[in-house]
């Protein structure tokens, strides 16, 4: 069975950082293209980052570009997202997919507040 399990995110003063997790299961992720998306109340979900099979990431999201970084433990099956100098602007659900695939995880609330 496919899952994705997100886990990390939490609630964190501007300035601050947190690391995301997405732990697959029933799925080699490293085969996958996967990426992360974040929806905050009332707006659209964005695309944030994403990272390819050879293991290339990339920052989609250019009001990230510079503060967050996506990566992946092949041996841990693991994607994760870190996030540094966090802005209130961040506050979303945070969620890892594999697009081609339709897999999504549950979710991780980010909350950047003072």
């Known amino acids: 069975q496919v899952q994705l399990v997100e886990s990390g995110g939490g609630l964190v003063q501007p300035g601050g950082s947190l690391r995301l997790s997405c732990a697959a299961s029933?799925?080699?992720?490293?085969?996958?293209?996967m990426t992360w998306y974040r929806q905050a109340p009332g707006k659209e979900r964005e695309l944030v980052a994403s990272i390819g099979v050879i293991g290339t990431g990339t920052i989609n999201a250019d009001s990230v570009k510079g503060r967050f970084t996506i990566s992946r433990d092949n041996v841990r099956n693991t994607m994760y997202l870190q996030m540094n100098n966090l802005k209130p602007e961040d506050t979303a659900v945070y969620y890892c997919?594999?697009?081609?695939?339709?897999?999504r995880g549950q979710g991780t609330q980010v909350t950047v507040s003072s």
């Open positions: 997919k594999a697009p081609l695939m339709g897999w």
């Open positions: 029933g799925f080699t992720l490293p085969n996958y293209a």
